[in-house]
């Protein structure tokens, strides 16, 4: 994978994105590289300890790439859902989280392409779209957006399991 490339594709696209829904939301981002693929990361700080690295465990939404997407010609992007019962300020199990977490997301997935909500407890969803080749940066940029359509769901849960 051309690893460079990829991460000026993907932080041209965030640097594209109008922020201020994001920050009005809270909503943080990272482009990087993690396991082998270029990411682009979202996350709420309510989404983890706060004393936490940001982006590590806990609930965050990705978009990414690697060798194996782009021998697809797919671009990735899910919602992980990682040792939530290590978030101090929740009571939460991660079965019970992620199944309360599809079953309001099903009246919206239609928003989402080639989605699915059929995996384990850690990743809430899933899904992809055919690289555009011509338009990679705004197929990210899409994706991202459509976070500020969900992401409370997410915030729902979570004040319900608030300690």
Not at 22 to 50: A, C, M, T, Y
Request: net charge neutral; no cysteine; glycine share 4%.
């Amino acid at each position: 994978m051309q690893t460079e490339h990829y991460l000026t594709l993907f932080q041209k696209a965030v640097d594209g994105l109008d922020h201020t829904p994001f920050i009005q939301n809270g909503l943080e981002h990272k482009v990087g590289v993690w396991l082998d693929s270029v990411v682009l990361k979202i996350q709420k700080p309510s989404w983890r300890n706060s004393d936490a690295t940001p982006f590590k465990n806990a609930i965050f939404f990705s978009v990414w790439v690697s060798d194996e997407t782009l021998a697809q010609n797919k671009l990735y992007y899910n919602i992980h859902a990682l040792k939530l019962r290590e978030l101090k300020a929740y009571k939460l199990k991660s079965r019970d989280f992620a199944q309360n977490f599809r079953i309001q997301f099903k009246s919206l997935e239609d928003e989402w392409p080639n989605v699915s909500t059929k995996f384990g407890p850690l990743t809430l969803m899933e899904g992809w779209v055919t690289i555009d080749d011509d338009n990679l940066e705004g197929q990210i940029q899409n994706l991202a957006q459509k976070l500020l359509n969900i992401h409370f769901i997410i915030d729902d849960l979570l004040g319900a399991a608030k300690k």
